[in-house]
DNA sequence: AAGTTGCCTTGACTTATGTCAATTCCAAGT
DNA sequence: ACTTGGAATTGACATAAGTCAAGGCAACTT
């Protein structure tokens, strides 16, 4: 498998592509932390997804026939990236149709992971989202028991992943701090506490 | 090709499948008009596509190898629909390697539909929300120059489809209608007046 | 035709979240 | 240790949308 794979570093804040930039194919993320992220004609902003290392990103161009990035992809933390050449890609998916099959399953999980966002936003108030997101991230570790989390990511941009306003989370994290559901540590470090995190906070 | 393609007609309200119902398969809409719909615990709902007649639903079980639907499909409208038995496409779907590829094509416009809902839904408020729906039934028909829609979706489906309540639909409306932009011909019918309809009601 | 039923609409009110300005906090650099 | 600038918080207020209750309209039944 000839994957000649393209290394970058990139440091926070920096863009590794932006919307309307030709497409040169899909990324993989090494180290650190990407935002995907939408900018409307207003100038709002919404982050559609938060990248962790392992994961691919940028890959439904291949898939589409676009020929730029239809949104901007920028750094949340230091990176470390490897760009996989589109025309590679496609070679590689012509040569093993198998890889077809791996993609669909790929992108069908995309899929049940863009229609939850689209419950959490419809489904459940702010706060709600902000006590969910933080426990998906303990549950991707470890070390779940523990319940202390780095955040990895401004508030600023936890926002607009959450879609509300900063102002809006300093809030939302205050009142959940107040009900006793977590207990800031540090602005990047959070324990929470599970045992006073009830179903409902839980469900939809 | 052996599709054994099992043949439904559904009348308005009934369910197709609910979530949590054994997973048969995909389902082909012949005619009518199919919703989407997830119920939360609390109660909530929220329409995540309006299938037309055409269209394929509920493929992603599929590819994700789950053994129930995860959501509701309920028809909007009297319904003729078909069945493609889970055996029979994954059958095809390993005896016919380039329909991976087909799939993973289909499945990369679902996640880009998706997204573009979870923008709208962030930077897109009710009233645009709807003005903006409306104007995509437009842009899918023949004869769009004529602003002329039938809904084909009750007000009640309507609102849970753009993630607002009914009155807040019916609000919308006749705020829309004050301002010029359409004027209801019956409950189900009206006409859009595309001259007083700016950029900024068409863009995020 | 009158009555019934199920949507849709309207009104009055509440609540969540956005907005904008003013601080305060913190971390990096001098 | 001090300075400084960006980030986070807080307060006061505005607004979109939800809630609940009442009324109206239209289609169907008898």
Known sequence: MSKAALS???SKGVFVFIEGAPYLGPWVLRKGSVLLVKTSASGKEQILRQVEPGEVFAEVP???DLAWYPINARCATDCELSLLPAADVRCLLKTDPKLGWTAARALSGRVAEFRDVILELTLAEAKQRLLRY???RLEGRPNAALGVIRLGISHQDLALLLG????????ALTELEVSGKLKRISRQTFQIFLKQISLKDREW
Chains 1, 2 share one sequence.
């Open 164 to 171: 509300v306003r900063p102002e809006s989370l300093s809030r």
């Open 134 to 136: 933080l426990l998906r």
């Open 62 to 64: 291949i898939f589409r």
């Open 8 to 10: 970058k570093s990139c």
